[in-house]
């Protein structure tokens, strides 16, 4: 099948989820001028450069982890896992402006080192990050979306050493959770490696 955006396309559901997937969770936490915390989901987020670490999340519309965020200068970001899926499910509510999801998941807000948000103590990692730009995408239109973009360097890195081996994070001990389509999950328990191509015509090596 093929159709043009944004639609009709005739299935049941909007099927653009399922197809860029799966998705890192940007789990979020951030805490605002005047005090008020918010942890929140988000799984249109990813690294976007290495050097320095840059990461960003996109939100639909301004919502409070953006709009603290920007205020604030900083925002968190909490390693989502298996074990952690309910209360990462949970910290997604509409809650009131000013409730706190760690109260609402049953999470422990734990201080970070540099910034002034809270970071999931329950999660094994978590990157503190500043705020370095913010926009609303456009569209061919140009016109400016409804989405509202956070781009954060990271500044401080947190990592439980129960997730180590050898020297590296273990997949299969973390256990990340990642965002399907619709209301679809998946966790990253099935690790293999491969190594990159060396010659220009994609074989390797020895």
């Not at 969770?25 to 670490?53: E, H, Q």
């Amino acid at each position: 099948m093929f159709y043009r955006t944004p639609g009709p396309h005739g299935l049941a559901h909007d099927p653009f989820k399922a197809i860029v997937a799966p998705r890192p969770i940007g789990w979020i936490s951030t805490r605002s001028l005047s005090g008020a915390v918010n942890l929140s989901p988000y799984s249109f987020f990813n690294a976007v450069s290495d050097n320095p670490k840059i990461v960003m999340f996109s939100s639909a519309g301004m919502k409070d982890s953006p709009s603290f965020a920007i205020e604030s200068g900083a925002f968190a970001v909490n390693l989502a896992t298996r074990s952690l899926a309910a209360a990462m499910n949970r910290s997604s509510a509409p809650a009131p402006r000013g409730v706190s999801e760690f109260a609402i998941a049953g999470l422990t807000e734990t201080a970070c080192e540099i910034i002034a948000a809270p970071r999931v103590g329950e999660s094994p990692a978590a990157l503190e990050c500043r705020v370095t730009e913010w926009f609303r995408p456009k569209g061919l239109d140009g016109e400016a979306s409804d989405s509202v973009m956070v781009f954060g360097e990271v500044v401080g890195i947190h990592i439980d050493e129960s997730i180590l081996k050898d020297g590296r994070i273990d997949m299969s001990l973390a256990a990340p959770l990642s965002r399907l389509g619709y209301l679809d999950y998946a966790v990253s328990d099935t690790v293999f490696q491969m190594a990159r191509p060396i010659l220009p015509d994609g074989t390797d090596i020895g």
